[in-house]
């Protein structure tokens, strides 16, 4: 991380109260965590609904700047009260498993659609400066209920702004791929798995987008930085292909293939060549600039930085990616995030590139 971003996140974090929901999920205690070690704040509240995660957390992090609200995004009154004083939203709340939201339709559409506009609505009752919502590739051209309604997400977070009237609110997404060893990864399910000898794999073609935990949380907090609204951020994150991902986690193991599951993709997209029309490209990330815009303020005009025009008809997908992860970088990476045992120290493992 250069000390010029650094630098640019203290500014905006500076006397500042974050609130960031689903605080006690994979992304929200890795954000919590480099809040705490590297930036001053005024205050972090950690929102969730899980009172054990919660303990857990307080226990371990020691930190007077943070403060636990228990509560579910579903619920509008709550809401109301955790963003009162706020001035940053981090929205990382959301049901996320696939299976889970297909079987359970009605309490998918209410966390991941109806928590999304209840929290826009608290956002702008109490001016809240910037929110954040987290996306994920799943959302373009969805074909599963969890992708559907991240979909719907995107899109009132985008057209919220036409609500902020004169208020300063000012809300954007950023959307990005699979997040190596987070709630849902395949990760731990082969972990697990190469114990018995056996891994199971839908379809030997299968690619996806690919990142770390920390390397998440780094690209939110600069998505933060350059907001201006409306905005859906886009990281350029290598790919992987499923086969290597076995090969560096389980070598010895046989691999079953058992078929794609309902709703699941052989390679996944984070920009479409509609969406490529209205992007504009800098050299680590992509912006969606909103097609309909009726609120002051034009991101085209707002984002700092070297751009040029995304090439007409370009697409981003898994499987037609410039840069790939290789076994030994996916080893790597593993072993640095605690999937994989390896001799290299730290140290060593920082210098092959794997820290971020």
């Known amino acids: 991380m250069s000390k010029d971003l650094d630098s640019t996140i203290q500014h905006v974090l500076k006397d500042k109260t974050i609130l960031v929901t689903g605080g006690t999920g994979s992304f929200g205690q890795c954000f919590t965590r480099i809040l705490c070690r590297r930036f001053s704040f005024k205050a972090l509240r950690v929102f969730s609904r899980d009172e054990l995660k919660q303990h857990d957390m ?7 700047r943070i403060r636990y609200f228990i509560g579910d995004v579903r619920d509008a009154d709550r809401l ?10 981090i929205h990382a709340a959301a049901m996320k498993q696939v299976p889970t939201c297909e079987y359970n339709p009605f309490e998918a559409v209410k966390t991941n659609i109806l928590g999304a506009q209840y929290l826009i609505e608290a956002a702008l009752d109490q001016q809240v400066q910037r929110v954040i919502a987290l996306s994920t590739d799943k959302a373009v051209n969805p074909i ?11 899109r009132i977070f985008v057209q919220g702004n036409s609500y902020a ?22 990760v731990p399910v082969f972990a697990a798995q190469r114990e018995r000898g056996v891994v199971t794999v839908t379809d030997k073609r299968m ?21 201006r609204g409306g905005e859906i951020f886009v990281p350029r994150i290598p790919s992987i292909r499923i086969l290597d991902l076995v090969e560096a986690m ?10 794609l599951r309902p709703g699941e993709k052989l390679h996944e997209v984070l920009l479409t060549e509609d969406e490529s029309r209205h992007a504009v490209e800098y050299d ?20 700092a930085g070297k751009r040029r025009p995304v090439p007409e008809g370009f697409r981003y997908s898994s499987d037609t990616n410039t840069c790939w992860l290789s076994v ?21 493992l920082t210098a092959l590139g794997a820290g971020v």
């Open 58 to 64: 307080a226990r371990s992090l020691c930190d007077d």
């Open 284 to 303: 680590e990330f992509f912006t969606i600039l909103p097609e309909y815009q009726s609120w002051p303020g034009r991101p085209r005009e707002g984002v």
């Open 328 to 348: 030994e970088e996916l080893r790597t990476l593993l072993a640095m995030n605690g999937f994989l045992n390896t001799a290299l120290s730290r140290e060593a």
């Open 80 to 89: 109301q009260r955790a963003v009162q004083g706020a001035d940053i939203i």
């Open 165 to 186: 009237g004169s208020r300063p609110t000012r809300m954007s997404c950023v959307r990005y791929g699979n997040v190596l060893g987070s709630r849902g990864s395949v």
């Open 207 to 227: 690619t996806r987008f690919w990142l770390t935990l920390e390397q998440a949380v780094w690209f939110v907090l600069k998505c933060l930085t350059l907001a």
């Open 144 to 154: 599963n209920l969890y992708g559907a309604t991240k979909l719907c997400a995107e």
């Open 250 to 259: 389980a070598p010895n193991c046989s691999i079953e293939y058992i078929g």
